[in-house]
T-cell receptor
Framework: NAGVTQTPKFQVLKTGQSMTLQCAQDMNHNSMYWYRQDPGMGLRLIYYSASEGTTDKGEVPNGYNVSRLNKREFSLRLESAAPSQTSVYFC??????????????FGSGTQLSVL | DAKTTQPNSMESNEEEPVHLPCNHSTISGTDYIHWYRQLPSQGPEYVIHGLTSNVNNRMASLAIAEDRKSSTLILHRATLRDAAVYYCIRYSGGSNYKLTFGKGTLLTVNP
């Protein structure tokens, strides 16, 4: 009963380094999302994927790229990390996007620090 | 912008009921009201949602005002495990996905 799995759980980067955050879901959901959460703040949407093969920008997409590798996996890439990208990153999934009564299922997060 | 207003924090005692308020005075007829909670160091988890009538599930109850301008999440008997940030969200769906999480209400449960 894994649900949404994110790796790694913790990561420290130096400014300018690149890395990819991995997310996988085992619920056969069509839609997946990446959010970031800064201290004392709510969650802000970075990118989402309504279905396999599609991705769309959210509220704060600058500095990030995403890949919907297949139905199960949705990765988030930081090409050149900046201190402003220090945050906790959450991946989520749902059966469909844009449905008003849809539920989101979240992973446990990746704590990223950029020095 | 689909905003809701919640108190920043609330306190409760263990085994007592908790009523978490949410104001959404500009809600539209197609907006659902969703509640999520986030336990410390975890991702948010779904609690409950509703459109017009009151809703119950194993976690909580959702009471929606008749004019739908406010709602209340009810935890019938708070436990220490219920200490979390609770997010009230209004969402009408649509092709431009915008399920937005605000700052929520930090619930403290005292033993």
């Amino acid at each position: 009963n894994a649900g949404v799995t994110q790796t790694p759980k913790f990561q420290v980067l130096k400014t300018g380094q690149s890395m990819t955050l991995q997310c996988a879901q085992d619920m056969n959901h069509n839609s997946m999302y990446w959010y970031r959460q800064d201290p004392g703040m709510g969650l802000r949407l970075i990118y989402y994927s309504a279905s396999e093969g599609t991705t769309d920008k959210g509220e704060v997409p600058n500095g990030y790229n995403v890949s919907r590798l297949n139905k199960r996996e949705f990765s988030l890439r930081l090409e050149s990390a900046a201190p402003s990208q220090t945050s906790v990153y959450f991946c989520a999934s749902s059966e469909a996007v844009g449905v008003a009564n849809e539920k989101l299922f979240f992973g446990s997060g990746t704590q990223l620090s950029v020095l | 912008d689909a905003k809701t207003t919640q108190p920043n924090s609330m306190e409760s005692n263990e085994e007592e009921p908790v009523h978490l308020p949410c104001n959404h005075s500009t809600i539209s007829g197609t907006d659902y009201i969703h509640w999520y909670r986030q336990l410390p160091s975890q991702g948010p988890e779904y609690v409950i949602h509703g459109l017009t009538s009151n809703v119950n599930n194993r976690m909580a109850s959702l009471a929606i005002a008749e004019d739908r301008k406010s709602s209340t999440l009810i935890l019938h008997r708070a436990t220490l495990r219920d200490a979390a940030v609770y997010y009230c969200i209004r969402y009408s769906g649509g092709s431009n996905y915008k399920l937005t999480f605000g700052k929520g209400t930090l619930l403290t449960v005292n033993p």
